[in-house]
């Protein structure tokens, strides 16, 4: 699938900085993301420190190595990013990208390199290269999708992950992830969303109110169970944001009466690290652990969001015990494993919209749930529409890789990263998009909006949550009616 | 000129394949002991061996690759590869070669489809050629091997064209023969040392990439620690 270039209006209100000239100035930094201010001596000369640090405690060095040997030039890569596809700058090629990085790996970290850079006296980084990559890094949405296409196999997505990493450790990393990871992390609230635990509360038993009023069904938000099967770690803004995905969730557990809990010690399932940061990866999926232990719980939960999902399932083994770590799934693999065991019925006469399904690149991308979601939403919604390509091969929302957190570079997801999601949402005709991830929700949500498609777009869970069916025995509204009846005659 | 071409057939052509083979060993293993180092260090060791596999595999035989994008240059690069690969390696003549030098040989190419390869491989890689200067994002991305490699290749495919099918001066014929065995030498020896090496690393690209994201465990209080940064909030 391809798109068109954007106007060059559009490119004006997209790369449009809204950071004050003196700001841009004080910083020596000319990019479109707030920045808080940071040491910025000797910028080259720390980066190069940085890098070395990561390379001797990771593992990037022998993919590096893999990197430089292989790297074809055949730019296969420019044809599947939307990035590129829209802007239709050369620099926007994930492979150049890539070289930006590789050329100092090269340079500064190879013998080779090393001695040609010497008896040439040139390739030395610069601060101007510096400024590149935080431009160019911070343009990519991550999605990883260019990797599928590169005939060497060199993953472009860990490139990026990496270059991140390395300037995130001289200071440079959009704003908005470094403030939440601090709160996170060392705040009192301990959530991305800085939600205290009363509010946490006070949100949730409304929410079964509400639940109650809707379906006469005792649906509760357990907190703080010991022994639970399942912790629930859904991404913090759900409970702002995505009432309905977490009542679905809490609805599906009630119909099975498997056991389940929200931790008050710790219950964010977002890890902003991933995107910035491999130390803050490390240090918010250990709380997730932690929580988990501290409640005795059997397996980890993550609700529907696919950077929490990706961190928790492939790094909680990374970080917190290798094959005797707790086991993580995601909230569909649960209810489609409930409901294949007839333990979840959905009414197929509730949603009747064209529906279509977007796959979050961090959940599809490895080819890790994929089919489970649209076997569940076959089975209820009856104008179910593909849109394609889908699977491991869909296109980003265009706010991933924490882009969809940086408020102000909006106009640049929506026009230029949103672009081609954009085009195939269009041409689905779909009235309902269902993104099973925080961050594509709201991503996806800006972009109908910015371009004026008419769709509405929701969870996974929120539609579960209208077509599930409670046994009678769950449903108090016909003893509230019996009891009463005789009261009103 | 007979001097000349004994030495590049003989001391060398075995000095060039040596360094070939020697070379691309030490980068397999280079790879393949890098890979391993992770792998030991990761936290954790579970590997997705069918996803490694089959998208290993898709670039073998990338018949499904081929529509999606840039299907020309594709389908040029595909046909490239099978003559650059099938000519030197099952051609009558080179087969003998070996025959006679270490004993051994193996099936050899019929003649017209030695001869139907060689012009494609020659025409495809001038294709190939002419596409990566045409196409805006390739020409943007290429370095000087880009464009050298696919002249360097087309050398020997040339003038072993000339020497087995065209009638020439016995003199004309040992200086294209001359030609053409150096620049088979010559690609010998940067075959390890130049993005040729993919004939060999290609199949670990994948187990490479999946074991990169297995991070080690504890990166956070050693990367810390290597940049003073203990304690540093966050």
């Given at each position: 699938m391809k798109?068109?270039?954007?106007?060059?209006?559009?490119?004006q209100k997209?790369?449009k900085?809204?950071?004050?000239?003196?700001v841009?100035?004080?910083?020596k930094?000319d990019?479109?993301?707030?920045?808080?201010d940071?040491?910025?001596?000797?910028?080259p000369?720390?980066?190069?420190?940085?890098?070395a640090?990561?390379l001797?405690?990771?593992?990037?060095?022998?993919?590096l190595?893999h990197f430089?040997?292989?790297?074809?030039?055949c730019s296969r890569c420019?044809?599947?990013?939307?990035?590129y596809?829209?802007t239709?700058d050369l620099?926007d090629i994930?492979?150049y990208?890539?070289?930006?990085?590789?050329?100092?790996?090269?340079?500064h970290f190879?013998?080779g390199?090393?001695v040609?850079?010497?008896l040439?006296?040139?390739?030395?980084?610069?601060?101007?290269k510096?400024?590149?990559?935080?431009?160019?890094?911070w343009?990519c949405?991550a999605c990883r999708?260019?990797s599928?296409?590169?005939p060497?196999?060199?993953?472009?997505?860990?490139?990026?992950h990496?270059g991140?990493y390395?300037?995130?450790?001289i200071?440079i990393s959009?704003r908005?992830?470094?403030?939440?990871?601090?709160?996170?992390?060392?705040g009192?609230?301990k959530n991305?969303?800085?939600i205290?635990v009363?509010?946490?509360?006070?949100t949730?038993e409304?929410?079964?109110?509400?639940?109650?009023?809707e379906?006469y069904v005792?649906i509760k938000f357990?907190i703080d169970v010991?022994?639970?099967?399942y912790?629930?770690?859904?991404?913090?803004?759900?409970?702002l944001?995505?009432?309905?995905?977490?009542?679905?969730?809490?609805?599906?557990?009630?119909?099975t009466?498997d056991?389940?809990?929200?931790g008050?010690?710790?219950?964010?399932g977002i890890?902003?690290?991933l995107?910035?940061?491999?130390?803050?990866?490390?240090?918010v999926v250990?709380k997730?652990?932690?929580e988990?232990?501290?409640?005795k719980?059997?397996?980890?939960?993550i609700?529907?969001?696919?950077?929490?999902?990706?961190?928790?399932?492939y790094?909680?083994?990374?970080?917190?015990?290798g094959?005797d770590?707790?086991?993580v799934?995601?909230?569909?693999?649960?209810?489609?494993?409930?409901?294949?065991e007839g333990?979840l019925?959905l009414?197929?006469n509730?949603v009747?919209?064209k529906?279509?399904?977007?796959?979050p690149?961090?959940i599809?991308r490895q080819?890790?749930i994929?089919?489970?979601?649209?076997?569940?939403?076959k089975?209820?919604c009856?104008n179910?529409?593909?849109m394609?390509?889908?699977?491991?091969?869909?296109?980003?929302c265009?706010?991933g890789?924490?882009t969809v957190?940086i408020d102000?570079?909006?106009p640049?997801r929506?026009?230029?990263?949103?672009?081609l999601k954009a085009?195939?949402?269009r041409?689905?005709?779909?009235?309902?998009?269902?993104?099973?991830?925080?961050?594509?929700?709201?991503?996806?949500r800006?972009l109908v909006?910015?371009?004026?498609?008419e769709?509405?777009?929701v969870?996974?869970h929120?539609l579960?949550?209208?077509?599930i069916i409670f046994?009678d025995s769950?449903?108090?509204k016909?003893?509230?009616?019996?009891?009463?009846?005789?009261?009103e005659? | 000129?007979?001097?000349?071409?004994d030495?590049a057939?003989?001391p060398f052509?075995?000095?060039?394949?040596?360094i070939?083979?020697?070379?691309?060993?030490?980068?397999?293993l280079?790879?393949i002991?890098?890979?391993?180092k992770?792998?030991?260090?990761a936290?954790?060791k579970?590997?997705?061996?069918?996803?490694?596999?089959s998208?290993?595999l898709?670039w073998?035989?990338?018949?499904?690759?081929?529509?999606r994008?840039?299907?020309?240059?594709?389908i040029?690069s595909?046909?490239?590869?099978?003559?650059?690969?099938?000519?030197?390696?099952?051609?009558?003549?080179?087969?003998?070669?070996?025959e006679e030098?270490?004993g051994?040989?193996w099936i050899t190419?019929?003649?017209?489809?030695?001869y139907?390869l060689?012009?494609s491989t020659i025409v495809?890689?001038?294709?190939l050629?002419?596409?990566?200067?045409?196409?805006?994002s390739s020409?943007?991305?290429?370095?000087k091997?880009d464009?050298?490699?696919?002249v360097?290749l087309l050398?020997p495919?040339?003038t072993?064209?000339i020497?087995?099918?065209?009638?020439i001066?016995?003199?004309s014929?040992q200086?294209?023969?001359?030609m053409?065995?150096l620049s088979a030498?010559?690609?010998f020896v940067?075959?390890?040392?130049?993005k040729?090496?993919?004939c060999?690393?290609?199949?670990l690209?994948?187990?490479v990439?999946?074991i990169?994201?297995?991070?080690?465990p504890?990166?956070?209080e050693?990367v810390?620690?290597?940049l003073?940064k203990?304690?540093a909030p966050?």
């Open positions: 798109t068109t270039l954007i106007t060059d209006e559009e490119r997209a790369f900085s809204i950071r004050k000239p003196e841009i100035e004080r910083q930094l990019v479109r993301f707030h920045i808080e940071f040491n910025i001596s000797e910028r000369r720390r980066f190069l420190e940085a890098f640090a990561i001797k405690n990771s593992n990037y060095k022998m993919a190595d430089i040997r292989m790297s074809a030039k420019a044809t599947t990013c939307q990035v596809q829209a239709g620099k994930p492979c990208r890539s070289e930006l990085l590789l050329s100092i790996y090269r340079r190879t013998i390199g090393l040609k850079g010497r040439l006296g040139s390739g030395y980084l610069t601060d101007d510096i400024q590149e990559m935080a431009e160019s890094f343009n949405t999708r260019c599928l296409e590169c060497s196999g060199i993953d472009h997505g860990l490139i990026t990496l991140r390395i300037l995130s450790e200071g959009p908005a992830l470094v403030v939440s990871t601090r709160e996170q992390l060392e009192v609230t991305t969303s800085a205290p009363p509010a946490l509360k006070d949730l409304f929410l079964e109110d509400d639940m109650f009023e379906k005792r357990p010991e022994n639970a099967d912790v629930f770690f859904p991404a913090v803004s759900d409970f944001m995505e009432a309905e995905s977490l009542m679905g969730t809490a609805a599906v557990f009630t119909a009466g056991s389940w809990t929200i008050t010690g710790y219950f964010d890890n902003y690290g995107f910035y940061s491999d130390r803050m990866l490390e240090r250990k997730v652990d932690a988990t232990k501290r409640l719980g059997k397996s980890i939960l609700g529907e969001c696919g950077h929490a999902s990706r961190s928790a399932k790094f909680i083994p990374t970080y917190c015990g094959k770590a707790l086991p799934i995601n909230i569909m693999e649960y209810t489609h494993k409930v409901w294949k333990r019925k009414d197929p509730v009747t919209e529906v279509a399904y977007h796959d690149c961090n599809a080819r890790w994929i089919e489970k979601p649209r076997e569940l939403l089975a209820f009856k179910y529409v593909e394609t390509p889908s699977g491991d091969k869909n296109i980003c265009g706010g890789g924490g957190s102000e570079i909006r640049y929506t026009t230029v990263g949103g672009k085009d195939q949402i041409k689905s005709g779909c009235e309902i998009l269902v993104a099973p991830c925080a961050n594509c929700k709201k991503q996806l800006e909006e910015d371009q004026g498609i769709c509405q777009v969870g996974l929120d579960i949550y209208k077509a046994d769950h449903i108090e016909k003893v509230a009616q019996s009891e009463s009846l005789p009261e005659k | 000129m007979e001097f000349w071409l030495l057939k003989g052509f075995r000095l060039c394949f040596a070939m083979v020697l070379g691309l060993i030490r980068i397999f280079l790879d002991w890098g890979a391993f992770a792998y030991r260090k936290g954790d579970t590997m997705p061996w069918k996803l490694v596999l998208r290993g898709e073998f035989f990338p018949v499904n690759r081929v529509a994008n840039r299907p020309v240059y594709s040029f595909i046909l490239f590869h099978i003559g650059l690969l099938l000519v030197p390696i099952f051609l009558f003549a080179h087969v003998k070669l070996w030098s270490i051994a040989s190419l019929p003649y017209d489809w030695a139907w060689t012009i495809f890689a001038i294709a050629l002419i596409g990566r200067m045409l196409n805006r020409s943007f991305l290429s370095r091997q464009y050298l490699w696919p360097l050398i495919f040339f072993g064209f020497c087995a099918h065209i009638n001066s016995p003199d014929y200086f294209f023969m001359l053409h065995v030498d010559l690609i940067l075959i390890p040392f130049t040729i090496a993919h060999v690393l290609m199949p690209s994948q187990v990439c999946t990169a994201w297995k991070f080690p504890e990166t956070d050693a810390c620690s290597t003073n203990k304690g966050v």
